[in-house]
């Protein structure tokens, strides 16, 4: 009998003494505690170009710059869905800039890591610059660290911390030192040098933004901020080669949205395949822009065969109007449309982030400002045009031809003659008729083509209605 | 008079020698089980009348001095039929006792499998009826307790592969699991719900049930269920919830028997939602628009609409939607005509023999189930099941079992709102549609065809995306005893579940939703041990009983979930993982937990009518940081027979009042949580363009986290009347979780979708009743009836601070649900209708109504649940009825609102034609439409009555999501059986020893609901904790059956 006593003791304490494994076995053995951030450098990256080239970009932005249309939604209808939106919000911090912000916070003591960090700042910087542009006031430095319940930062205040933490981030880039594989950083390679261009186009891009008259701006502050950028022009980007474009994959899990939308499961989405939108090829085809072609594709079927033909965004409308006209939309299917451009549906297309084209364009309104540059206003208007049309694989004989178009060629007109319907103006954002020496309008329908418009609408606008689209501005294929 | 019909009694006499004797002693056991009986009265009785007497020991032992002229031993226990044996000169007399009735249950199994007196327990329990399990079963075990047991409320499985919930006096914890631990012959095994990757939306994921859907019925002798801390402390964490207790059969010891059981049930839709038949394909009433028309005859093709707002059915010409020309009419049957009748086979064999000590049972069950849709849910099962018990010596006996499952289900239902839910696709079918258009599927090419815009293929969805899986599962439960002396005993149990899942999903390259196709594999394993060694000391002193017992136990569990998924298929319809056009993705989650714990309990009685429990208990979690993973949670109870303890008195009210009970317990439950929960881990997500990448988890773990509490006070009347023909019990009960172990939703601008936090607490308080009872006891005829009620009010009280609500479940974002602060458990919010200070429903100036956001709608749990049982005994005939009541709760029908949105339904009739008349024929301006659409008990915000008419398609009905929540109250007759056994006369040349033939029907019919026709209340997207929404589920349907079963 007495074994049986001891038996149970021994098992008693037996049980007792295996606590002192448990913090072992608790261990996750599925998952690493600790990465090295090429891993999470790649992610931010892939995240962000998911978000701002992905859903957003098709309902929200290019159906709001009415370079889009077919969409079924509340976004896409002008109004506003609480759960889409928080799907953005996530994205944002959890998505593109928790990464980031990991590589941060492991690293930043480590000084072998040190421009690793700093890239990881110069990100997180854009993504931030970004997120300020849609919502205004965002949570910044606060975020990220689990907080349940984190203060906003002023809208202002974001764009002057932005600004002066990208001067100093570039200035500290040390460019001997280390840097990202090639493979990791899909935007430059590792390059350092053109992240310090990136960051320093960056901060032009937001000294601009600012630079609307108060309430909207502070033109003093923009002016000293750009004369610094301008004093160091050669740390802008100044070639093509610079612009930061990383590609999307072709495997499921990593092609482009768009791809996955409008070719892949073309069959499923059918009813609400964006096609081009009418306001785009209007704004376009007076001037002969051979950037409509790669912009989009002509009508493959339809009433419209073969001609540039864009949905209305109204998506077809009553089939008569009052005068007995018959609107040419009516029983139209989105495949009676011109589709966006070959080069935007392929699986592992780019994604625009900043570009030679918006520097050049950024310069040309700065100079034009009198803020300074080693170029005139025209020069660089000019090399903005050559840059976008050797972008879209354009000849420089197609740009000349182009630059020389009344309305085009500098302090020019545009040629409305038997045709000023085609230069309609409608509610002062759509027209694209450009009166003698308007130069300032010329720059802005620049950054419209290469996918950018209304920019004038500047930063931290006080009507939310207007935010999304201030954002156009910024974001681009 | 009194004739029992479940009497039986089985007296065992060893002789032995004869010679002169002062001594006897023997055993008292269960006629049912065999199992020993403690706390038997046994009485010498003399010449002169009753002399000494003396109870049985834990083991069923007893043992006394005879003194001189002792005759008799009378054997007496509570709910048993006393036993008089002459002792005729021996020294060892064994003796079974058999209950009087079923209504009656004295002896309780409790915790950890403890045989005891109900009269000594300080908590309710409620036992279930099994009588009708086999002969009425249904598809999944646990739908089968809804209600019989007082406070027990479930979900039935959305199909018949699928996950069902049971929860048992509301929902204790905000974030976790709120289900009760299954204990099978004392072991607790895993019951991990099949459905927690499926998503409302209906994604790609499957139900693949939960794990104790597969315990055979068959093998259920008894089910017992422990409500809440106060019966189940002593089963400590996993317990927090109660435990429901499944005892299966044993031999019974007599001779070798067999017995067959063979049953086949048929299911059936049986209401179906009411479709109109007025209108077809289309949108604003016409057939044209979105390239309708685009072909040179300018017929409108029906290929372009998914909802039935089209013209009014004529006989139009127009292209169907497989490109043919046809009538457009309507189809009435089209949505019946597509469910067929389903049928389950269960056959089964049981053979046990053997003696008292040594014996065994074997069973083996064979199942077929299908599906009420052709081509899914095909399941198979094969259950074997063994049971040995060996006496090796006078003081050592092994109890093993050992069960083996093998489940295959071929095509299990994609749930929801998944386009792959062929229910879902044809609760809104267009009303012109013939099933006949979509039978041919795919063209030439595999590709998907005969589709209308987003409305797929019902027949791709189901022949087009096989699945399969294979679940082994395998129980074993050892229980080793050994008698030490007269008052110490020691048992060691050991447990052990393990299973395996195999599986794959299939989806063929072709389909409009996934052209290239998809393929996923998945092998999970599961195992979890327990262990336990517990010494029992049983004493008496004077009047005073003293059961204790110390018990230390460990428990691990080590699981692993592998899968294999790609995302791209070569070759159209081979299915293997290996036909891939791109990189296999591919996942492995391994998990490993240990429990360990000293628990023990010392029960006290005094003289029968007093009694006092304590139970301890302490447990070493290695989920917990080291500095709190121990938790201590004692309970106290006690109970008060005060028809016994007022001798006097009690026998004067005994002839009415036969039994009465005070009982009052506190206990308190501590819980851990799941593995890995305290240090952040990254992940690698995929490759990008030759690039590993990586993320940190959203979750945001606590690295202090600390074991949460439920703590629960409950106590309750017992009372028995008219000599135990009518019982009657009522609880009340108080619990309350604090310091839950929460995952929070936070603001994402924390860089973390959630974050773990102690926090929070819960209170359910509430009623029980149960009533029952023989009303009517002849010769030939019985009737007995029993009804229950439960009422169970929650409430959140806090959450974390700065989160006011925690998120369970949502439909599309828009439709929520919620743990609120303030509000019950499960309180839906969404877009509700503006109303005035006087409750009108308020529109504006279009006549639209005007949505206010973020509404409370509704709470997703019941305010009171009951069940009333009949059963009626005539001869060889009896019968017996369950009537099963839910009154109160909410749910958001989302079958409802798509049906409605897509003008399928007759609701959508309500101003249909008028409309058309005034806005098309009349040609009516919107804004001053004379007739059509009208909520006419509403108000513009000014006060005055609504007078404008909409278009019946556009009426606002979208927007107001208070539109499709629904009342989830039911009274259904859940259970009737009437079954006759073949009278022994006609048996005997046959040589078979029992026959019983029955008919069975569950759901048959729905007595009172206020859900929409073809909506059944119980439907759920989920069996987790979001309940109360419904989308995608099948009608509601019935089950026949027919039993037939044989002893030999």
Not at chain 1, 128 to 136: D, F, K, L, T
């Amino acid at each position: 009998m007495k074994i049986k006593y001891i038996l149970f003791l021994l098992s008693l304490s037996l049980s007792m003494g295996c606590t002192k494994d448990f913090e072992e076995i608790n261990q996750n053995p599925n998952n690493p505690t600790q990465v090295e951030p090429d891993f999470l450098l790649t992610t931010s990256i892939f995240q962000a170009m998911n978000l701002y080239g992905g859903d957003m970009n098709r309902v929200v932005f290019f159906n709001y710059t009415q370079h889009f249309s077919g969409f079924q939604g509340e976004f896409q209808r002008y109004s506003f869905n609480n759960a889409t939106n928080s799907g953005y919000w996530k994205s944002t911090y959890i998505g593109c800039m928790q990464p980031v912000n990991q590589i941060i916070l492991n690293f930043k003591a480590n000084s072998a890591y040190k421009n690793r960090v700093l890239i990881a700042q110069i990100w997180k910087d854009y993504i931030i610059s970004n997120a300020v542009s849609i919502w205004g006031a965002v949570p910044t430095t606060e975020a990220l660290n689990g907080s349940p319940s984190v203060p906003f930062t002023k809208e202002e205040d974001i764009y002057y911390n932005l600004l002066a933490d990208l001067k100093q981030l570039a200035s500290s880039i040390d460019l001997s030192g280390d840097k990202y594989s090639v493979v990791a950083d899909k935007i430059y390679g590792g390059d350092l040098l053109k992240w310090k261009k990136f960051a320093n186009t960056l901060r032009l891009r937001l000294a601009m933004r600012i630079s609307n008259a108060a309430p909207n701006g502070n033109p003093e502050a923009a002016k000293k901020l750009v004369q610094e950028i301008f004093a160091n022009e050669q740390n802008t980007i100044t070639v093509q080669a610079e612009t930061a474009a990383p590609v999307w994959g072709t495997s499921s899990d990593t092609w482009s949205p768009l791809y996955n939308y409008v070719v892949y499961n073309y069959t499923a989405n059918k009813a609400t395949i964006p096609v081009v939108n009418e306001s785009l090829i209007y704004h376009m085809a007076p001037y002969n822009d051979a950037r409509l072609a790669i912009y989009a594709q002509p009508a493959k079927q339809g009433p419209q065969l073969n001609k540039f033909f864009g949905q209305n965004i109204s998506y077809g409308g009553g089939s008569q109007y009052a005068s007995g006209q018959v609107n040419p939309h009516t029983g139209l299917k989105q495949d009676d449309y011109s589709y966006i451009g070959a080069r935007f549906l392929k699986p592992d297309a780019e994604y625009v982030f900043i570009s030679y084209t918006e520097a050049c364009f950024l310069k040309a309104e700065a100079s034009l400002k009198g803020w300074g540059g080693s170029k005139s206003a025209e020069q660089y208007y000019y090399e903005g045009i050559d840059a976008s049309y050797n972008r879209y694989g354009l000849t420089s004989a197609q740009a000349a031809i182009y630059k020389n178009t009344p309305g085009v060629k500098w302090s020019s007109a545009s040629d409305t003659t038997g045709r000023s319907s085609q230069f309609k103006d409608w509610l002062q954002i759509c027209s694209s008729y450009i009166a003698a020496g308007d130069n300032y309008k010329q720059i802005i329908m620049q950054h419209g083509y290469t996918r950018t418009r209304r920019r004038c609408l500047g930063a931290y606008q006080k009507e939310q209605s207007f935010r999304i689209s201030t954002t156009i501005c910024y974001i681009r294929w | 008079m009194k004739i029992n019909f479940y009497l039986f009694i089985l007296c065992c006499v060893l002789p032995t020698f004869l010679r002169a004797q002062t001594r006897v002693s023997g055993t008292v056991s269960d006629g049912t089980d065999r199992s020993p009986l403690p706390g038997v009265t046994v009485t010498v009785v003399t010449k002169i009348g009753p002399s000494t007497s003396a109870y049985t020991n834990t083991d069923g032992k007893y043992s006394l001095v005879l003194p001189i002229g002792a005759e008799d031993l009378i054997f007496s226990y509570t709910g048993m039929k006393a036993v008089t044996e002459k002792i005729g000169g021996r020294i060892r007399i064994d003796v079974v006792m058999a209950g009087e009735s079923n209504q009656l249950q004295t002896v309780a199994i409790t915790a950890l499998g403890i045989k005891r007196e109900t009269r000594s327990l300080s908590y309710s329990r409620q036992s279930m009826d099994v009588s009708t399990l086999t002969q009425a079963p249904s598809t999944n075990i646990v739908s089968s307790l809804s209600g019989r047991i007082a406070g027990v409320q479930i979900t039935p499985s959305s199909t018949n592969t699928g996950s069902a919930r049971v929860v048992i006096r509301g929902n204790n914890s905000i974030s976790g699991n709120n289900q009760p631990l299954f204990v099978i012959d004392g072991i607790p095994v895993d019951n991990e719900a099949g459905d927690g990757k499926v998503t409302t939306s209906g994604n790609t994921n499957l139900d693949y049930g939960n794990v104790v859907g597969n315990i055979n019925p068959e093998d259920i002798e008894n089910i017992e269920v422990l409500k809440g801390p106060n019966a189940a402390a002593l089963y400590g964490s996993r317990a927090a919830n109660g435990a429901i207790l499944i005892t299966t059969k044993k031999s019974s010891g007599k001779k070798f028997q067999a017995t067959f059981n063979s049953n086949s049930t048929f299911q059936r839709i049986t209401e179906f939602p009411n479709y109109q038949d007025q209108f077809g394909a289309g949108n604003s009433f016409k057939l044209d628009g979105s390239g309708s028309t685009n072909n040179p005859q300018k017929i409108p093709n029906l290929g372009v609409f998914n909802r039935s707002w089209g013209a009014p059915l004529l006989g139009q010409p127009v292209i169907s939607v497989n490109g043919q020309f046809k009538d457009y009419l309507a189809q009435p049957d089209n949505v019946k005509d597509f469910y067929q009748t389903a049928a389950m086979l269960t056959n089964s064999i049981a053979v046990d023999g053997g003696n008292l000590e040594n014996n065994y049972r074997f069973s083996y069950t064979n199942y077929q189930g299908g599906s009420v849709v052709a081509g899914i849910n095909k399941a198979t099962r094969h259950n074997a099941n063994i049971r040995v018990l060996n006496k090796f010596t006078k003081w050592l006996d092994l109890d093993s079992k050992v069960t083996f499952i093998n489940n295959k289900v071929v095509n299990r239902q994609y749930m929801n709102g998944s386009t792959r839910n062929p229910v879902y696709q044809y609760a809104y079918m267009v009303r012109d549609d013939k099933l006949s258009e979509f039978e041919i599927y795919k063209d030439a090419y595999g590709n998907e065809v005969n589709t209308h815009t987003d409305f797929l293929n019902p027949y791709w969805a189901i022949n087009e995306n096989p699945n399969q899986d294979v679940k082994n599962q395998l129980l074993g439960a050892f229980n080793l005893n050994a008698k030490i002396n007269d008052w110490l005993k020691f048992t060691a149990k050991l447990g052990t579940e393990m299973y395996w899942l195999n599986g794959y999903t299939f989806n063929n390259k072709g389909s409009k939703s996934s052209p290239n196709g998809s393929m996923a594999t998945l092998n999970n394993n599961f195992q979890s041990t327990n262990a336990d060694a517990v010494v029992f000391a049983n004493n008496k002193i004077g009047k005073l009983t003293i059961n204790s017992f110390l018990g230390a136990g460990t428990f691990r569990t080590k699981s692993e979930k592998n899968d294999q998924s790609i995302a791209s298929l070569i070759q159209a319809g081979l299915v293997n993982i290996s036909n891939s056009g791109e990189a296999a993705t591919v996942n492995q989650f391994s998990s490993k937990k240990i429990i360990n714990s000293i628990y023990g309990s010392t029960s006290i009685g005094y003289d029968n009518y007093l009694y006092l429990d304590l139970t301890a208990r302490n447990d070493w979690s290695s989920t917990l940081p080291s500095a709190n993973n121990f938790y201590f949670y004692p309970s106290i109870g006690g109970s008060f027979v005060f028809t016994d303890a007022f001798k006097n008195l009690g026998e004067r009210v005994k002839p009415i009042l036969s039994f009465g009970k005070l009982r009052m317990s506190y206990a308190v439950v501590g819980n851990d949580t799941s593995p890995y929960q305290l240090t952040p881990t990254y992940s690698f997500d995929g490759i990008y363009n030759g690039q590993a990448y990586a993320s940190l988890s959203s979750t945001f773990f606590n690295p202090d986290l600390k074991p949460e509490k439920t703590g629960s006070f409950e106590y309750g009347l017992d009372l028995r009347f008219l000599k135990d023909r009518i019982s009657f019990s009522v609880t009340r009960y108080n619990a309350a979780t604090t310091n839950q172990i929460v995952l929070a939703q936070i603001t994402p601008a924390s860089g973390y979708n959630a974050r773990y936090y102690n926090a929070g607490e819960i209170q359910n308080r509430g009623t029980e009743l149960i009533l029952s009872g023989t009303p009517i006891k002849t010769n030939s005829f019985t009737w007995s009836a029993s009804a229950n009620f439960a009422k169970n009010n929650s409430l959140v009280k806090s959450l974390v601070d700065g989160v006011n609500s925690f998120q369970l479940n949502s439909w599309f974002g828009r439709l929520l649900v919620f743990a609120e602060v303030g509000q019950p458990y499960g309180v839906i919010r969404g877009a509700g209708w503006k109303r005035d200070d006087q409750g009108r429903k308020l529109v504006a100036a279009t006549g639209l109504p005007i949505a206010v956001p973020n509404q409370v709608l509704g709470t997703a749990t019941p305010d009171w649940t009951g069940g009333f049982s009949n059963s009626f005994r005539y001869k060889n005939f009896n019968l017996s009825l369950l009537v099963d009541v839910r009154k109160g709760g909410s749910f958001y029908s989302g079958t409802y609102r798509r049906s409605y949105i897509s003008g399928a339904i007759d609701d959508t009739l309500e101003g249909r034609a008028d409309y058309y008349l005034h806005s098309y024929i009349y040609g009516e301006a919107a804004a001053n439409l004379a007739g059509g659409f009208i909520y006419r008990d509403a108000y513009f915000e000014d006060g005055t009555p609504n007078n404008k008419y909409v278009s019946p398609q556009s009426n606002g009905f979208a927007n107001v999501d208070e539109m499709q929540i629904f009342d989830a109250s039911y009274v259904k007759l859940r259970e009737a059986v009437i079954g006759y056994d073949l009278p022994a006369s006609l048996l005997k040349r046959v040589k078979i020893a029992n026959a019983r033939i029955s008919l069975s029907g569950r759901n048959l019919w729905t007595i009172y609901k206020k859900a929409p026709k073809g909506i059944d209340p119980e439907s759920s997207v989920t069996s987790g904790n979001g309940q109360g929404i419904e989308y995608g589920s099948l009608p509601p349907f019935s089950t026949y059956g027919l039993d037939l079963r044989l002893t030999f």
